[in-house]
């Protein structure tokens, strides 16, 4: 089966950064999706990794480690709005569907 | 582009009831899933089709669940009869999916999910 951790919760102050980390350990790979969910609504689709590095949106930046199973999602300059549940999710070789972690709620505070 | 449309927002019902849950995936889409996401499991997969044929539904959790995709525009799930553990909330997604062993970017879009409730 596959395993993928991330933190139950974070609590940032408006305007500074933080960080989500992902590990998974999984039987294949074919790639690592972050997405964010307000409380309430459905997952929206933040970001897609399958090579090592980083990619970068704005003032979210998502990186992968294939070597370490390792992911990060970078939050910057914290809005109220992006208080919600962060969800990685990785996708196995030669599979169409994703597996979702836990999710991570991040609260963002004034 | 309307989205995953999926009706109705929310279910209440007795245990023991039929229930019905549908989705309209996007246009153009050949991969639709279904999940369930509590506070105690979260996002679980149920089942999910490519070109309107089942491919993997392992995490369906009993034979009291099941799906159809009778076309490419529309899939059911229906719990049949329906228990107070079901209450959860259902999500479709869909994907356009490359084809296998390609590299695959392609991210799910989800409904607004039913909130199903079972007395």
């Known amino acids: 089966g596959q395993n993928i951790d991330q933190p139950t919760e974070m609590t940032a102050t408006e305007g500074a950064i933080v960080q989500i980390n992902c590990t998974y350990q999984t039987s294949g790979f074919n790639g690592l999706f972050w997405y964010q969910q307000h409380a309430g609504e459905a997952p929206t689709f933040l970001s897609y990794?399958?090579?090592?590095g980083l990619e970068e949106k704005g003032r979210f930046s998502s990186f992968l480690s294939r070597s370490k199973g390792y992911s990060y999602l970078l939050l910057k300059e914290l809005q109220m709005k992006d208080s919600a549940s962060y969800l990685c999710a990785v996708r196995l070789t030669n599979d169409y569907k994703l597996s979702f972690g836990a999710g991570t709620t991040v609260t963002v505070r004034a | 582009d309307a989205g995953v449309i999926q009706s109705p927002r929310h279910e209440v019902t007795e245990m023991g009831q039929e229930v019905t849950l549908r989705c309209k995936p996007i246009?153009?889409?050949?991969?639709l899933f279904w999940y369930r996401q509590t506070m105690m499991r979260g996002l679980e997969l149920l089942i999910y089709f490519n070109n309107n044929v089942p491919i993997d539904d392992s995490g369906m959790p009993e034979d009291r669940f099941s799906a159809k995709m009778p076309n490419a525009s529309f899939s059911t799930l229906k719990i049949q009869p329906s228990e107070p553990r079901d209450s959860a909330v259902y999500f479709c997604?869909?994907?356009?999916?490359?084809?296998?062993?390609?590299?695959?970017?392609?991210?799910?879009?989800f409904g607004n999910g039913t909130r199903l409730t079972v007395t």
């Open positions: 246009s153009g889409h050949n991969s």
């Open positions: 997604a869909s994907s356009l999916a490359a084809l296998g062993g390609r590299l695959d970017n392609s991210p799910l879009h």
């Open positions: 990794n399958v090579l090592d």
